[in-house]
């Protein structure tokens, strides 16, 4: 038997003794989202975890969504496989500073995008995903002043989307930050038929050059849906394993970042591996614990997302 083989089937029968879900996003290695109960966004990740009947979240992604299914199923015991897979763009929104920067616009209502700390959240007064992240923004009151955090790159395609003016904290993601200009003009001119699709991350001289802008679902999606034959794909490549699944008769390119390195991979989605998949599941370890008044004041904007939300 292979050492994957057999670390399957240990998390196999791991998952059923503890009642366990295993939740991964697209970003996660190929192995990790086979083996997965559900894989999805942002959005469907939080749906998910808000909504298991099972004892044992085991999340395979990032600390902030663990996090997230911790806020939402506060009872449940919330399991992430490596506890350093951190997140560059919650990373440049210390909780503090921020608390400074709301302080200095008091009248503004606060949208977080998920990618945040607890901390974050707790100061926030909606949060929203990649995936509803404009829609949310045209439900708020036209006169309403917005304060939009932390990606700077989100946020003004945000306001390109809905015509609000948003008052952006200067945060972003040094993975969708990489993405060569140069490297996706010589593939447009190489591959003039394929459609570029970008996740609102990348930077707005990248996003000038998307014909197709959404979150990693909606790509998914989209590679499905549009006529197009070939993509070319400005987000993390780990999405390529479901996006050859669902469309393997097309052709899926992706972009190297500057100078050509392979940096387009976050290397904190890739720091979960199956082997801390079954150690966690086998240990219980580690999990995501916070203060319960940070928790519950967190809770109220990710609640007040999932009912905006269609
Ligand atoms: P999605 O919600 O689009 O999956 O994005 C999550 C993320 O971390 C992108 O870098
Ligand atoms: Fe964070 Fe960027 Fe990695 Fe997404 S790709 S988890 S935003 S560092």
Not at 179 to 191: H, P, T, V
Not at 215 to 239: C, D, M, Q, R, Y
Request: proline residues 5%.
């Amino acid at each position: 038997m292979s050492s994957d083989t057999a670390l399957v089937a240990a998390i196999n029968q791991l998952r059923q003794e503890r009642n366990a879900v295993i939740l991964a996003h697209y970003y996660q290695e190929p192995e990790i989202q086979d083996i997965a109960d559900f894989i999805g966004d942002s959005l469907e990740l939080s749906r998910k975890a808000a909504n298991t009947d099972a004892d044992v979240i085991v999340f395979c992604g990032v600390h902030f969504m663990a996090e997230t299914a911790k806020i939402l199923s506060p009872e449940k015991t919330v399991v992430l496989p490596d506890i350093d897979a951190g997140c560059s763009l919650a990373d440049d929104c210390p909780a503090d500073e921020f608390a400074s920067f709301r302080e200095r616009h008091p009248d503004h209502l606060v949208v977080s995008y998920i990618n945040c700390t607890a901390a974050v959240k707790a100061q926030s007064d909606l949060i929203c995903t990649s995936s509803n992240a404009v829609d949310l923004v045209k439900q708020l009151p036209e006169q309403q002043p917005v304060l939009f955090a932390p990606d700077r790159n989100l946020g003004r395609w945000v306001e390109r989307q809905s015509g609000r003016e948003l008052t952006l904290w200067p945060g972003r993601c040094f993975v969708h930050e990489t993405f060569s200009e140069e490297a996706l003009l010589k593939l447009k001119l190489e591959y003039p038929e394929a459609e570029v699709i970008a996740h609102p991350e990348c930077q707005e001289n990248l996003l000038d050059l998307a014909d197709f802008i959404g979150s990693t679902s909606k790509l998914l999606v989209h590679s499905e849906t549009s006529a197009s034959n070939t993509f070319i794909v400005l987000t993390e490549p780990g999405i390529l394993h479901q996006m050859k699944q669902r469309v393997p008769e097309k052709t899926l390119l992706d972009v190297p970042g500057l100078d050509g390195c392979s940096c387009n991979a976050c290397p904190y989605m890739r720091m979960n591996s199956l082997k801390k998949l079954r150690d966690c599941l086998e240990t219980l370890s580690p999990q995501i614990t916070m203060e319960e008044s940070i928790r519950s004041k967190a809770e109220a904007p990710i609640r007040r997302m999932l009912a905006m939300s269609k």
